[in-house]
């Protein structure tokens, strides 16, 4: 029978170029050698708790795993390092910053939550400033060798939890109260709305909505891809991952208009 290799994942803030990312993966691989170490993201804006929360969220599309994610301006403060483990097997390592909590509703659930204090997995010394290093890689490494997430110290409250960098939208009769949770390389919205929301919306290809942001108001139809509409006109989608998306076809939203993350967004039916 063929051998499942464990995954470890790193979503930082870092920087593609940082010599930090490298060392991080050493440190997993020193500690399990048969692991494979995956690198979902780490162009991500410095300190920005929303756009990294989003990313995580990817990882419903990943092999089950143990999952790092470094962004952490509190880092040697004290908040608290965690592990999550989730409804779905996979267990999530970061800073209790809200950061983790987005994901773990796409990985079905929280079941069970521990706070990082046991030494003996940690890298010594343990820095004041790279908690990446020495607890959260060690603990994803230790994990995927069976360890059990008990070992790593006393289990935590869901309640006792940080809150998400962001909720989820609300229907309002004709209206979606939504935010902006991130912008990609293409200038694109992603908003606080699920699939699972939008289709409670009970919408259909081609309506027509209006939006409403920043004292601006225009409209735009819900299509099943970018070329559906004309080249620069606005539109509705359903991303690859989960959430709701407004975009130009062939341009940037946000250098067509004043918005960024953290904006309010309605979405409201014609």
């Known amino acids: 029978m063929k051998k499942i290799r464990q995954i470890i994942t790193f979503t930082t803030d870092f920087g593609v170029q940082s010599h930090d990312v490298g060392v991080m993966e050493g440190v997993a691989l020193e500690i399990n050698p048969e692991a494979h170490v995956i690198h979902l993201m780490h162009g991500l804006p410095s300190f920005n708790l929303s756009y990294a929360a989003i990313a995580l969220e990817t990882l419903s599309q990943m092999p089950i795993g143990y999952h790092v994610c470094v962004v952490d301006p509190g880092v040697g403060t004290k908040r608290k390092p965690i592990i999550i483990q989730t409804g779905s097997g996979d267990y999530l390592i970061g800073p209790d910053n809200g950061v983790l909590i987005p994901a773990t509703r796409f990985l ?142 062939q341009d940037s939203f946000v250098k067509n208009h004043d918005i960024k993350i953290g904006d309010d967004f309605v979405i409201e039916k014609k």
């Open 108 to 249: 079905g659930g929280i079941k069970k939550i521990v706070e990082i204090t046991n030494k003996k997995y940690m890298r010594q010394p343990v820095s004041p400033i790279f908690h990446g290093r020495d607890i959260f890689t060690p603990a994803a490494a230790y994990l995927s060798k069976a360890i059990k997430i008990e070992e790593f110290g006393k289990k935590l409250n869901p309640k006792s939890l940080v809150k998400a960098p962001y909720e989820e939208a609300t229907i309002d009769e004709d209206k979606i109260h939504a935010k902006i949770i991130s912008v990609n390389k293409f200038g694109s919205l992603h908003l606080n709305i699920t699939h699972v929301t939008w289709d409670k919306f009970k919408v259909k290809i081609k309506d027509v909505f209006n939006l409403f942001f920043d004292d601006e108001e225009i409209e735009a139809p819900f299509v099943i891809t970018f070329g559906d509409v004309g080249k620069g006109d606005p539109l509705i989608i359903k991303d690859d991952y989960g959430r709701i998306e407004i975009a130009l076809n």
